[in-house]
């Protein structure tokens, strides 16, 4: 099978404008390790890359720069589409990039692997998240969606602080912030209106625990759990990477949290990550990411098998069994692997 993959950030998307060094590094990471378990599953690979973004680890693949320009950037990523068997996107969902990009795929009627358009635009949607999660029974902070500043006054005291302002719709924290008392309540509202075109912003309750995550394939039914990851995040909520296995006294019930959160979201395909906060006590969901995940670098250490392979099988509707993981992995957000021990043991 001949394959597209289209990494947002390092594959052009950002062609014109500023290119985050640390943004580049991250996608640049999971495009290489995607491309190499691709190739090493035996498919035909073309990506693309934004020539300000130089990588030698596309080996193997068919590599197409895309021009700074929007017209032309545009047509040639349609002529790209148009000439592979398959796609596969990487890219935030600020904006709608990814739900915009999965559309475009589906509009040359070129299979997915991934979520649907429609199932990206039902996962991303932070707002709507609690309520389903409550008819799950998964616990969620307590979150309020505001369209404007006027009442994020009275909203704070009724959530009480600190609490997390975010947009509505966005990836990687960008635009999250902490809030601790009034005096950095407007500002933290502006930045997250500002970060996804003046849309909804929510405030949520702040829940001190383990940052974690539970990455997944899932085959639009169902969704089988992978690894329980723990997150390094640094200041302003700022992603570093993590470790994983991460062995928790509540990962069960986390694996769990993050399985029946799958399901409740019909059209979910490949690889899903699902953020977690774990406390002493209870699992908190935080939110969906209906793509992969920087925790797929540490994953695919972690394991024996080839998880894009997995990946693709459950687009085509085949779960794996849970699986051993074979080793510690500490990763960072850059893609440096560091193997910490053995392990052995499976994912539930």
């Known amino acids: 099978m001949r394959i597209l993959v289209y990494e947002f950030a390092s594959g052009g998307g950002l062609a014109m404008r500023d290119v985050p060094a640390s943004l580049a590094r991250e996608g640049a990471g999971m495009r290489a390790a995607l491309v190499a378990d691709l190739l090493a599953a035996g498919h035909a690979v073309v990506t693309t890359t934004d020539d300000r973004v130089r990588d030698n680890r596309l080996r193997g693949a068919d590599v197409v720069t895309l021009p700074a320009g929007d017209h032309a950037r545009e047509a040639i990523l349609e002529r790209l589409i148009g000439g592979v068997d398959a796609v596969w996107v990487v890219a935030p969902e600020t904006d709608r990039c990814l739900e915009r990009l999965a559309a475009r795929a589906e509009r040359q009627w070129k299979p997915l692997l991934g979520s649907s358009a429609d199932a990206i635009r039902r996962a991303s949607n932070k707002a709507r998240l609690p309520a389903l999660l409550r008819t799950l029974q998964i616990r969620h902070p307590r979150t309020r969606a505001m369209d404007g500043v006027a009442d994020a006054a009275r909203t704070a005291r009724e959530l009480g602080y600190p609490l997390v302002v975010k947009p509505a719709r966005g990836a990687g924290s960008h635009a999250v912030s902490l809030v601790h008392g009034p005096g950095d309540l407007r500002r933290a509202v502006t930045l997250a209106r500002s970060a996804n075109r003046r849309g909804r912003v929510l405030l949520q309750e702040y829940v001190l625990g383990?940052?974690?995550?539970?990455?997944?394939?899932?085959?639009?039914?169902?969704?089988?759990?992978?690894?329980?990851?723990?997150?390094?995040?640094?200041?302003?909520?700022?992603?570093?990477?993590?470790?994983?296995?991460?062995?928790?006294?509540?990962?069960?019930?986390?694996?769990?949290?993050?399985?029946?959160t799958c399901r409740a979201l019909p059209?979910?395909?490949?690889?899903?990550?699902?953020?977690?906060?774990?406390?002493?006590?209870?699992?908190?969901?935080?939110?969906?990411?209906?793509?992969?995940?920087?925790?797929?670098?540490?994953?695919?250490?972690?394991?024996?098998?080839?998880?894009?392979?997995l990946a693709l099988a459950a687009c085509e509707g085949v779960l794996p069994p849970a699986l051993r993981v074979r080793r510690s992995i500490r990763f960072t957000s850059t893609g440096r692997i560091t193997i910490r021990e053995s392990a052995e043991r499976g994912a539930a």
């Open 210 to 260: 383990a940052p974690a995550s539970v990455s997944l394939v899932a085959n639009g039914r169902d969704a089988a759990a992978l690894t329980l990851n723990a997150q390094a995040i640094g200041p302003s909520f700022a992603y570093q990477g993590g470790l994983t296995p991460f062995d928790h006294p509540l990962a069960s019930r986390a694996l769990a949290a993050a399985v029946n």
């Open 267 to 309: 059209g979910l395909r490949g690889f899903v990550g699902v953020d977690l906060v774990l406390t002493a006590s209870d699992v908190y969901v935080i939110e969906v990411n209906p793509r992969l995940t920087t925790a797929y670098l540490g994953v695919r250490a972690a394991v024996d098998e080839n998880v894009a392979a």
